[in-house]
């Protein structure tokens, strides 16, 4: 597994802005995450912690360097390729949850699922299951102004593994939640890795959540500052 | 990937329900304005169609002066009945001519009295004006030679001194006359004009100049030129014998006037198809707002959804995708206020036609262009703001608050 890395970073950069104003996000990122994974991404604001994560999930390019998602030179890719290999590869959850309103947690999960075009039977048995994954199968028909906070995560982490991702990109899923939810969100997010073994990326602020994971990285000034392997990680 | 779309599409505007329908007010006016505009103008045009071929076909009418209506030029002499006569016996390939004299009289039964007018004329007239009897019978040749006193009344001068009591066989008076009823004539309803054709008393023309007038006068001639007969001929001949018959000098304007029904007709649905144009011209225009007003929402409602395309595009939908789920929402908004505004129009357009006493004329053109036009709209006006979705960078749309 280790001669396959699900993604690489090679000497990869990020700049905003041109001349005087020019900032450098990234300053030359060397990482790679194996399938199966569960690495924390920590750091304090305007690290480039955000921005490394934008461009794992190909939602942003590097400005130089190379970044291979299973192989595949993403810098190379148009538009519409890098949402294709997001469609098909990537989960997102995000802080705030992101999920759309008035709109069943049912219907919110099919969402990625419509854009693979599958016929709505198929649809609804994996929205279904994915809903009945995270714990709240009997709220599919409530919207997310009807669901704590807690259960509009686990929705969104529906949304996310329902098509099945290679990988799951976290970021401070727990930001917007209390301990006792964060410690929910946790340890689903541990049991998709664990049963699913989708590697999952996640940023957080709080060690406590960190400690979940099996790999903490660190970023400070656009570098990586840390990369510790925790709990008898093989690698 | 078309499905998709309508699904998305659907699934997003069942979730802005109210603005929806709001949205679609805008086309759901414009469409049935110009719908029932379109409607009730063609029920117009065909009733006036209609209202021409009851005058009585080919039908000329030689009134002195020399215009019709305003600025009717007074003092010239009026006809004789040896004028009808002349044309009677010299104009080839006419059908019947009737001269007619008349003028507001009140015509009197019992206590009740209406102010009607009154056409003293020959039996010609009923066959030259179209207007067969309903009840009774129409007078004869010979007592319009004789001017005997006998009368036959439209529906309205019945109703009017009769109410429910059979006219026939009564007398009525007008001025020094009293004049048996012999016969009702049948309805006739409006005129063109707007005038009521079943408002009138009909003498001989000698009873009428004898009695009533008390002079040989003639103001009208009513002609009727056979089928098949150039009605420009007939009328250049009539022009021809009066000019004689008046000693007009050939420098001299003619001062009577020769008017061809058929040519009114033209002129007067001419009128009606400029007026219903001007009116669908306005409708269009609300239409275009309708549009403008779609495209409007879809803009607000990108940049309110902005977060939510975000969350689509990491998901993965392509570009085109978000274009195609935007264009399908404002054209189905579009299309389907555009169907509501054809309901909308053919019941009003039904309705509206049985208040103006116009025939309900179905328009299967203007439904089918209205419907088409609306759809149109939907993808001109859609196409800006959902090219502005679509473009959005998923980072930057995520972050949106």
Known sequence: ?235 | MLGNAFLLAFRALRRNAMRSVLTMLGIIIGVAAVIVVVTLGSGATRQVSQQVASLGSNLLMVSVGKRMGPGQVSGAEAFKLADAEALANDVYGLAAVAPVASGSTTAIYANENWSTNVSGTTDAFFSVSNQPVAEGRLFTASEARLGTAVCVIGQTVAAKLFGQQNPLNNRIRLQKLSCEVIGVLKAKGQSTMGTDQDDLVVVPLRTYQRRIAGNQDVNLIKVSVQDGQDTEKVKHEIEGILRTRRHLASTEENNFNVMDMKEIAAMLSSTTQTMTGMLSAVGAVSLLVGGIGIMNIMLVSVTERTREIGIRLAIGALENEVLLQFLVEAVVLSSFGGLIGILLALGTAWGLSGLMQVPFVFQGGIVLTAFLFSAAVGVVFGYFPARKAARLDPIEALRHE
């Not at chain 1, 048995?125 to 704590?148: F, I, N, W, Y």
């Not at chain 1, 049991?191 to 996640?202: C, F, K, P, S, W």
Request: glycine share 10%.
């Open chain 1, 1 to 235: 597994m280790a001669d396959h890395p699900l993604l690489a970073l090679q000497g990869v950069t990020k700049t905003y802005g041109t001349g005087d104003a020019q900032m450098h996000a990234l300053a030359g990122i060397n990482l790679s995450i194996n399938p199966g994974e569960f690495v924390a991404v920590m750091g304090p604001s305007g690290s480039g912690k955000s921005t490394c994560m934008n461009i794992l999930g190909c939602l942003d390019t590097p400005s130089s360097g190379e970044y291979r998602f299973q192989g595949v030179n993403v810098g190379g890719l148009t538009r519409n390729q890098r949402a294709l290999l997001r469609r098909h590869y990537i989960g997102f959850v995000f802080q705030g949850f992101n999920l759309l309103n008035r709109t069943t947690a049912l219907e919110n999960v099919e969402l990625p699922l419509i854009y693979r075009g599958m016929d709505t039977a198929t649809r609804h048995r994996l929205a279904k299951a994915a809903l009945d994954a995270v714990g709240l199968a009997s709220r599919e028909s409530h919207t997310p102004g009807e669901l704590s906070g807690g259960q509009q995560q686990r929705v969104a982490i529906a949304r996310a593994i329902v098509t099945e991702p290679a990988l799951l990109l976290a970021d401070e899923p727990t930001g917007n939640l209390d301990s006792k939810r964060s410690v929910e969100i946790m340890e689903l997010l541990t049991a998709i890795n664990r049963d699913q073994g989708i590697t999952v990326v996640m940023v957080t602020h709080e060690p406590d959540m960190a400690d979940y994971a099996k790999r903490i990285i660190s970023f400070k000034d656009g570098l990586i500052e840390s990369d510790q392997k925790l709990k008898g990680y093989l690698c």
